[in-house]
């Protein structure tokens, strides 16, 4: 046992459509299914990628879990660190055997989460993020007996209250800028024109923007009055990977009630996005950067290899809701 950083995460549960709290909605839906296999959501072309809650238990008043994602039959590569060697060695194993199991598979990512109310505390691995969580929550809860027709949940951000009163002052300036995600629909010819009235054949292929980042652009933009088109035409040779998208606003009209709208619309458009895509400026001169927008905080805690002491994230669950509570982000009540 060795003890490591690892990184809390908190975000406010909404639920659309339904009432109530995610709390209690997750412990009806958890009793209505005990078993893992019951809750196991299948996912991949041919249905071998999993997801699934492994493991649920109370701590305090805190509802607990874990989730894991993993892929059927999915080999681990090792590799010989060997130092006087010209070449290291690198093979694929087989988990081990584990009792009482019928299977035994190697795990994707993992996620430990506490639930209190409409408050959700979670600690994350590489790949298994909070937009997964969304998902299976989502997943597991229209399951769920007498869940709305539509209802869903999503996994707000929160930050702390001086983050959220400058949603009250005037946003001077805007500035938005990533990689942009995106699919490439099918090919077809076009025929370019000149002056001598001569045709050239030109391959080309639909370019349809997607992700987070798109979403938050096309939301603001309709905010703004304006529409943007669901697909480029582009150059077959063109790679949808290349496109790097830099946005500025500036607003040259000071009215105060803006600076909410748009802060709000771009936290939910990027609420699972980790990076700074997004800076605001304000009319004093301040700056805010998408990630101070989430609230977030680092634990030290013993860990198995990579991986924490179950026993430990719940002790840092309940230590973190019960400091987000004195800060005033969490309200008791809630």
């Known amino acids: 046992m060795e003890k490591k950083y690892k990184e809390m995460h908190y975000k406010r549960a909404v639920l659309h459509g339904a009432k109530g709290t995610l709390q209690h909605m997750l412990e009806a839906v958890l009793k209505q299914l005990p078993l893992p296999n019951d809750r196991l959501e299948h996912l991949g072309l041919n249905g071998d990628e999993g997801r699934v809650m492994v ?13 894991t994602t993993y892929e059927k039959g999915a080999l681990q590569p090792i590799m010989g660190i060997a130092p006087q060697s010209k070449d290291w ?13 019928k299977e035994t598979e190697f ?3 993992y996620l430990f989460l ?11 691995s590489r790949s298994c993020s909070s937009e997964h969580l969304e998902d299976y929550l989502n997943s597991l809860l229209k399951k769920k007996e007498h869940w709305p027709s539509g209802a869903y949940v999503s996994l707000d951000d929160r930050p702390p ?7 009250f002052q005037h946003i ?9 995600g995106a699919k490439t629909g099918d090919m077809q010819a076009q025929e370019t024109g000149t002056e001598q009235k001569t045709s050239t054949t030109v391959t080309a292929q ?4 997607d992700g987070a980042a798109w979403a938050a652009i096309t939301s603001l933009i309709e905010m703004l009055g304006g529409k943007l088109p669901e697909d480029v035409l582009l150059e077959s040779d063109f790679d949808p990977n290349d496109v790097r998208i830099k946005l500025e606003v500036t607003c040259a009209k000071k009215k105060l009630e803006k600076a909410g709208p748009i802060m709000d619309m771009m936290a939910n458009s990027l609420r699972h996005v980790t990076t700074d895509v997004v800076r605001f400026t304000f009319e004093d001169g301040t700056e805010l950067k998408g990630s101070d927008l989430k609230t977030h905080k680092k634990f030290y805690l013993e860990c198995s290899g990579a991986m924490p002491v179950p026993q ?15 800060k005033g982000i969490v309200d008791g009540e809630e």
């Open 172 to 180: 001077q300036a805007f500035n938005l800028q990533t990689t942009l």
């Open 114 to 124: 506490g639930a209190w109310k409409n408050n959700v505390i979670f600690l994350p």
């Open 312 to 326: 430990q994230v719940d002790k840092a669950i309940h230590a973190y809701l019960q400091e987000l509570v004195e």
């Open 107 to 109: 795990l994707d990512g």
């Open 89 to 101: 060695p690198i093979k694929q194993v087989e988990p081990p055997k584990l009792p009482g199991a």
């Open 55 to 67: 493991h649920e238990h109370h701590h305090q008043a805190i509802l607990c879990g874990t989730m």
């Open 206 to 209: 639909h370019f349809k923007p």
């Open 161 to 167: 209250q001086a983050i959220r009163e400058k949603k």
